[in-house]
């Protein structure tokens, strides 16, 4: 049962131009939600979050969309850099206000920035 | 300010043995987080340690525990090791829930 997805498992963007990486997720009660990218051999680096009572949360080149109703969540990235080119997990919790976390990931997107 | 430290980087261990993977948090950071990550699929969610009080776990069986220590570092404990063990442990610290920041994790490989 995989509460968190991200159906796309790679994709190429060209240097300069916007990169959108997607996820969806089944648990309505998920009210806090988190991008990472990861490079081979590295742990998780944190980009981005956004909390359920919002609909958009920017920070430098990165912003992430929820849509609630839908269930869905993307990440743009603008313009994409090569130094982009990792891999990408979208992430959940139910923070319920509390410092309890139970993050659950998705399996990951794996982006390529051509220069 | 040093980020979140893991050792060892690399462990070999053979069936039924028993694995400790140590982890220190951020200086000041309170919440420790273990995570399981398998080849090709994302981080699975193990523990959760905040002020020394286990305030969650995943769906891992009991051969896995886990402590957190007055200085906030941590300590994840596997016994009778099985061969899908094997994957890359990852701890992640925060001030206060949300794992914000990781460790490069330990590879364990269960022979």
């Known amino acids: 049962d995989q509460q968190v997805k991200q159906n796309s498992p790679s994709l190429s963007v060209q240097e300069g131009r916007i990169s959108i990486l997607n996820c969806d997720y089944t648990?309505?009660?998920?009210?806090?939600f988190l991008w990472y990218k990861k490079y081979p051999a590295e742990g998780p680096t944190f980009l981005i979050s956004i909390s359920s009572i919002k609909d958009k949360n920017e920070d430098g080149r990165f912003t992430v969309f929820l849509n609630k109703s839908a269930k869905h969540l993307s990440l743009h990235i603008v313009p994409s850099q090569p130094g982009d080119s990792a891999v990408y997990f979208c992430a959940a919790s139910m923070r319920g206000g509390t410092s309890y976390d139970k993050v659950i990931f998705g399996p990951g997107t794996s982006l390529s920035v051509i220069p | 300010d040093a980020g979140v430290t893991q050792s060892p980087t690399h462990l070999i261990k053979t069936r039924g043995q028993q694995v400790t993977l140590r982890c220190s948090p951020i200086?000041?950071?309170?919440?420790v987080s273990w995570y399981q990550q398998v080849l090709g699929q994302g981080p699975q969610f193990i523990f959760q340690?905040?002020?020394?009080?286990?305030?969650g776990r995943g769906n891992f069986p009991d051969r896995f525990s886990a402590r957190q220590f007055p200085n906030y570092s941590s300590e994840l404990n596997v016994n009778a090791l099985l061969l899908g063990d094997s994957a890359l442990y990852l701890c992640?610290?925060?001030?206060?829930?949300?794992?914000?920041?990781f460790g490069p994790g330990t590879r364990l490989t269960v022979l």
């Open positions: 992640a610290s925060s001030l206060a829930g949300g794992p914000k920041f």
């Open positions: 200086s000041g950071h309170k919440s």
């Open positions: 340690y905040y002020e020394k009080e286990e305030r």
């Open positions: 648990n309505s009660m998920f009210d806090y």
